[in-house]
């Protein structure tokens, strides 16, 4: 009789470690969905207060002039704003050697650090960007500057960049911010986000078909420092 009572409570024992541990594993569920929930909550404050550092950018009077590293430079309407979001400014003063190079600037925005690369050692510079604002302005900018070394043309990454051509750099200040895959954007924000990191993706896949035998792609990610990739890694 005793050991039937025993199997009995071993086996409630068993049925209650069982329930425990599924109640344990459904309120780990329920912390990692709240956890879930609470960072998109999080992510799509991010993703407002950067729409609305862009919104507010584009009430300034423009054009604005800037002189930067020596270069006298007009920033126009519907261009990525400089004064808000700086990191151009660490990759002039950080662009590892560059002299004598042929540079490929996706993203080329206002036109640093690219007219600045032209102006000081590169052999030559084709910068490019997918808003043709931006590539109006930084065709501008180098006209005023005097810089003759450059070709700028509307590109969405690679896919007008002449088929063949060969480049010793491929630098692109990456518009680091995640944002949801379906996320919508107009030619500003292009500059911010990049919408499932789908941009960066194609920017490491399709670049090596653009690099001389011993070229490099630097990746411009946030204020971070530049990431290299060579040709043959």
């Known amino acids: 009789m005793f050991t039937v009572m025993r199997r ?14 599924q109640l344990q594993d459904r309120q780990k569920t329920v912390e990692k969905l709240n956890s879930i929930s609470a960072s998109s909550e999080r992510t799509y404050e991010e993703l407002d207060s950067i729409r609305t550092v862009l919104r507010t950018s584009q009430q300034r009077t423009f054009p604005r002039k800037m002189r930067e590293f020596g270069l006298d430079l007009i920033v126009r309407e519907g261009v990525f704003p400089p004064e808000d979001f700086q990191s151009w400014r660490w990759f002039s003063e950080n662009f590892p050697p560059f002299t004598g190079k042929t540079i ?13 690369l032209a102006k000081t050692g590169a052999l ?54 995640f944002a949801p895959a379906d996320f919508e954007l107009d030619d500003l924000e292009r500059g911010a986000f990049d919408p499932g990191y789908s941009l960066l993706e194609r920017f490491l896949s399709e670049g090596r078909e653009f690099l001389t035998e011993r070229g490099k792609i630097l990746l411009g990610f946030g204020l971070m420092p530049v990431t290299t990739f060579s040709s043959d890694s």
């Open 8 to 21: 009995h409570l071993d086996r409630l024992l068993n049925i209650f470690l069982a329930v425990t541990r």
């Open 104 to 116: 490929l600037e996706i993203g080329c925005g206002f036109g640093l650090p690219g007219l600045l």
């Open 124 to 177: 030559s510079l084709l910068a490019c960007d997918i808003n043709p604002k931006a590539v109006a302005n930084t065709l501008e900018n180098a006209a005023r500057n005097g810089i003759k070394n450059v070709g700028v043309i509307e590109s969405d990454i690679f896919s007008n960049i002449p088929p063949g051509r060969k480049f010793d750099i491929i630098f692109w200040n990456h518009p680091w911010n």
